[in-house]
């Protein structure tokens, strides 16, 4: 399967709520049109600000090309959706002699983190590169464990300490690892726990100045991992992350069971941050790199 079938498969639910609706209104152009599609765009989680600037555009478009046909409006505005996600620096153009890339993976309890960590590690091992993990939320012996299991299951190492351990000390072992073996990723799972915001920011403080400890150009990558179905909610926890920690990029996981997945449009327009990654399931291969054309195309158009 390519890649846009797995997008397409994925986003499922989103789909079956927006692509027939969006095909018939485009088809039919009723007087409501623009009103119709611009509340479609909202139920789907697209925001009712990112769906105002969809709309409006595309009025004033299909004003400038009046012969267009509904394929070329519909070609239109999923450009424009698309063009709402900013484009990220790709994640590996550092030198070889700043490796490991780390990632520090970071987010409330329960969104996916470390589940995400195991799919990221299973994902850049299927390109050839080397990985290591850290188990740095060392809050929950259960947390420490499943990474564990991922570790067996992809023959990734990862670092751990006992239940309770200093995750910065963690994190440093695992960078201090990776240098040493000269591994290109280091991913490195935490504890969200959001309900302490002081110790949490210390906490990731310590993590980000360990990292860099060896090599301050070491190349840090801050992904937020933010649950889908939880909507526009996303949206504030996303606030909250940003004065805690240097988001750097979103992974949205469990797409596959919602249908507002539009959220991810809203996210990344508010706050300039490129999608880096997108869960669709709980296996490792139901993690995909973000297209944002894809992305559009797949939540918009029905074959
Ligand atoms: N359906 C679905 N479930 C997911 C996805 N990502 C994570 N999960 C599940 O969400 C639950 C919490 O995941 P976990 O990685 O432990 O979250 P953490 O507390 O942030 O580390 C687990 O049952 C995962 O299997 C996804 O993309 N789709
Ligand atoms: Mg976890």
Request: net charge neutral; with cysteine; charged share 25%.
């Amino acid at each position: 399967m390519g890649l846009f079938e797995k997008i397409k498969e994925g986003l499922a639910k989103t789909r079956t709520r927006m692509a027939s609706a969006v095909d018939v209104l485009f088809r039919q152009k009723d007087p409501s049109f623009y009103q119709d599609l611009e509340e479609l765009l909202i139920t789907a989680d697209v925001g009712p600000v990112v769906a105002k600037v969809l709309v409006s555009d595309l009025r004033e478009w299909e004003k400038n090309h009046p012969g267009a046909t509904p394929e070329e409006s519909l070609g239109h505005l999923e450009q424009k959706m698309a063009g709402e996600f900013p484009a990220g620096t790709p994640l590996w153009d550092s030198p070889a002699h700043h490796r490991p890339c780390v990632i520090l993976m970071v987010g409330v309890n329960g969104v996916g983190k470390t589940t995400t960590t195991g799919k990221l590690g299973s994902y850049f091992r299927g390109q050839g590169r080397t990985v290591v993990f850290g188990a740095a939320d060392t809050f929950r012996a259960a947390a420490i464990e499943q990474l564990r299991k991922w570790g067996e299951q992809l023959d990734v190492p990862v670092v751990h300490q006992k239940t309770g351990a200093d995750p910065a000390s963690v994190a440093f072992d695992t960078v201090k690892s990776a240098r040493a073996k000269k591994m290109d990723v280091a991913i490195i799972d935490t504890a969200g726990r959001l309900q302490n915001k002081h110790n949490l920011m210390a906490e990731l403080q310590k993590i980000g100045s360990v990292i860099r400890k060896e090599d301050p150009e070491t190349p840090v990558e801050v992904l937020l991992v933010l649950d889908a179905t939880i909507g526009q909610n996303a949206l504030s926890q996303l606030e909250e992350f940003r004065k805690i920690t240097p988001v750097s990029g979103l992974i949205l996981t469990k797409l596959d069971g919602t249908s507002k997945g539009g959220v991810a449009v809203a996210l990344a327009q508010k706050h300039h941050l490129p999608v880096r990654f997108i869960g669709v399931g709980e296996k490792a291969s139901d993690l995909l790199p973000f297209d944002p054309l894809m992305f559009a195309r797949s939540i918009l158009r029905q074959e």
